[in-house]
């Protein structure tokens, strides 16, 4: 497999304000509450103070979640530092077939990067990938496209009228099985059986888009000892309930707060980054965006 790195600024559809963060980040600097660097993040994770009761809560919840997926032992690692402590550095991508966009991979090996990062630098900290199994828009989720022999080859799975419904509960099917046995075979490069054999693994017909996906994320990153979670795990809900009524009962400031910051960037020639109204609750519901705020610049990509 041949790797090229990119410019941000050579691929369609970049937010001006995104492209600016990277670039001159001294000139947006007023939007943003810390700089992008190390030392800020090391900044900001000595200055957390998470509840002891809450971490051992999310702690057992995750440990059985990652066992279910299959994680190894670095995993297990992993949990065990983050009961004791470690900060999460959480990335996350909707459920894909066979991981979906290039960048859920992109994005896992980030936060892997960073806590790798930020343990070297003295702050002990792990890496936590966020499942968007809640998202109900299934078309997002049924298909992957894979180059092969300088062509695009679209594996899509269909919809047998579950739209509506988290597709983190949406079982496969039979003819995902066919399409694994297509894919290992375009896996021909180095590396490629290894691959297809964790495809085997983790897309079987009755597994879920949530149960594949952290299967397939679970081996794939078994060395780095990646943590998944899975938010659709009704006692996660109950542990984040205190933050989802805080969001109900100061809506209003809140959405002065957002309204306000986007006038701000709008006058200074920069998209709104959460779009709102008046009327929205600021519970964002995946596939139902208009409940709540949606945000510029979503885009997709292709393997």
Not at 121 to 129: E, I, K, S
Not at 239 to 257: K, P, Q, Y
Request: glycine share 12%; net charge positive.
């Amino acid at each position: 497999m041949e790797c090229r790195s990119l410019p941000f600024r050579q691929l369609p559809h970049q937010s001006k304000l995104f492209l600016q963060f990277l670039d001159t980040f001294s000139t947006v600097k007023r939007f943003y509450g810390h700089a992008p660097t190390i030392q800020a993040a090391k900044n900001i994770a000595r200055s957390l103070d998470y509840p002891r009761e809450r971490r051992a809560e999310v702690s057992a919840i995750l440990g059985e979640q990652n066992a279910a997926f299959g994680a190894g032992e670095a995993a297990r690692q992993n949990l065990a530092r983050f009961a004791k402590g470690a900060v999460a550095i959480v990335s996350g991508q909707q459920v894909g077939l066979f991981s979906g966009p290039a960048y859920a991979i992109y994005k896992a090996v980030s936060a892997i990067q960073i806590a790798q990062e930020l343990t070297r630098a003295g702050v002990n900290a792990v890496p936590v990938f966020w499942m968007a199994t809640e998202d109900h828009d299934l078309d997002e989720v049924r298909s992957s496209t894979w180059f092969q022999n300088g062509k695009l080859r679209r594996f899509e799975l269909p919809g047998n009228g579950a739209a509506g419904r988290p597709v983190g509960r949406i079982v496969l099917g039979a003819q995902v099985k066919e399409m694994v046995e297509e894919a290992a075979g375009i896996l021909t490069g180095a590396g490629g059986e290894f691959v297809a054999a964790i495809f085997r693994e983790s897309y079987g017909a009755q597994e879920t888009y949530g149960s594949a996906f952290g299967k397939l994320f679970a081996r794939l990153f078994a060395e780095q000892g990646l943590i998944l979670l899975d938010p659709l795990d009704g006692r996660l809900h109950r542990i984040a309930g205190g933050v989802l009524r805080r969001a109900v009962e100061e809506r209003d400031g809140l959405s002065e707060a957002l309204l306000a910051r986007g006038k701000e960037l709008d006058k200074t020639g920069f998209a709104a980054q959460v779009k709102v109204t008046a009327r929205s609750t600021l519970l964002f519901s995946m596939g139902q965006g208009a409940q709540g705020g949606t945000r510029e610049g979503e885009g997709k990509s292709t393997r």
